[in-house]
C-alpha cells in the first residue's frame, strides 16, 4: 500500500482525494492550519519547516505521492497572503519533501485551476513569483486584487511545474497537475456569498459546458489517475477537470 502526503487535506477537494486513498487502503499525511496529522501554516516560513519536518519524522522510508493542495480563494480579501500560500507555500513544500519522492520513485499531482489562463505567463506578478522574491510579489499583488493574486499564483504554480519536470524526473519523480474548474468546497461557498466575486462565479457556473460545477470527488478521481501507476507516461500534463470551461474560453489554445 502506498503512503501519500497532502497539504489541504482537512476540507474540500483534499478531503475528498485523503477519503479515497484511504478506503483503497493507504497511508495519507495531512498538513493542514487545521483538523490534520501536523498542524502548519504554509503562508509562513516557519509554518513549511514545520510541514516538511512533520512529514519526513511521519514517513522516514519515502513517498509514494504529494500534492500541495492547500489555498486560499481570490474572495479572502488579502491578495498576498493568497500568493504566500498559493504559491509560496506549494513550492516550499514540494521542494521540501523532494528526497522523500526519489526515495520510492513517487509522483507530484499540483493543483492548478482553470483559472490559470487566465492571465498572462509574463504577468509582471507571475514573473515575481517565479523569481522567488516572496516579499516583492506579495507587495506588487496587494497593490492589485484577488483574481490577479488567484489566477497569477496558479499560473507561475503550473509554469513551475513545466520548468522543473525534466529535472525531477531524473530523480524518478513525475509531476503533473490537475486544474480543476468550479467545484462545491467551502472555498467555493465562501466566493459565492461574496459581493466582489459571487456574481462572476455565479455566471461562470452557468457557462459550463457539461452543467454546473463539479463536486470534490469528481477532481479527487482524476488526481488519483494522475498520481498512480496508470498515469506512469504521463508528466508534466496539465488536466483540466472542469467541465470544458477551458476548451470554452480558449476553443483554438491547448
Ligand atoms: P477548501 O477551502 O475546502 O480547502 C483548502 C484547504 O487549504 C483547507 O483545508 C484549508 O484549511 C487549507 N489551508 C488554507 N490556508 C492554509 C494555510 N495557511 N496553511 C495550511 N493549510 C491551509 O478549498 P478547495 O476548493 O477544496 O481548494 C483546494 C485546492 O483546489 C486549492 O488549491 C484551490 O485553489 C484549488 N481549486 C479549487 C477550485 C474550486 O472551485 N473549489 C477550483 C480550482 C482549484
Known sequence: MA?????GGATGIGAALKEQLRQQ???????????????ADLSTAEGRTAAVDGIRAKAPDGLDGFVPC????????????VARVNYFGVIATVEGVRDLLEKRRGSICFVSSNSAPMIASDDPFVRLLLSG?????????DAKDG????AGSKRAVTIWMRRNVKEYAGGGVRMNAVAPGI???????????????GE???MFEQMTPVGGSA???????????????DASFVCGAVLFADGGTDALMRPNDF
Do not use: W
Open 147 to 150: 483574481q490577479t493574486a488567484y
Open 215 to 229: 463536486e470534490p470527488p469528481q477532481i479527487a478521481n482524476a488526481m488519483r489517475f494522475l498520481l498512480g501507476p
Open 183 to 197: 467545484t462545491r468546497t467551502p472555498m467555493t461557498d465562501a466566493g459565492m456569498e461574496s459581493k466582489d466575486y
Open 133 to 141: 522574491d516572496e516579499d516583492a510579489a506579495c507587495a506588487d499583488v
Open 200 to 202: 462572476a462565479m455565479r
Open 25 to 39: 487502503g493507504d497511508t495519507v499525511i495531512v498538513v493542514d492550519i487545521k483538523d490534520a496529522d501536523v498542524v
Open 70 to 81: 492547500a489555498g486560499l480563494g481570490p474572495h479572502v480579501g488579502n491578495p498576498g497572503l
Open 3 to 7: 503512503t501519500y502526503a497532502m497539504t
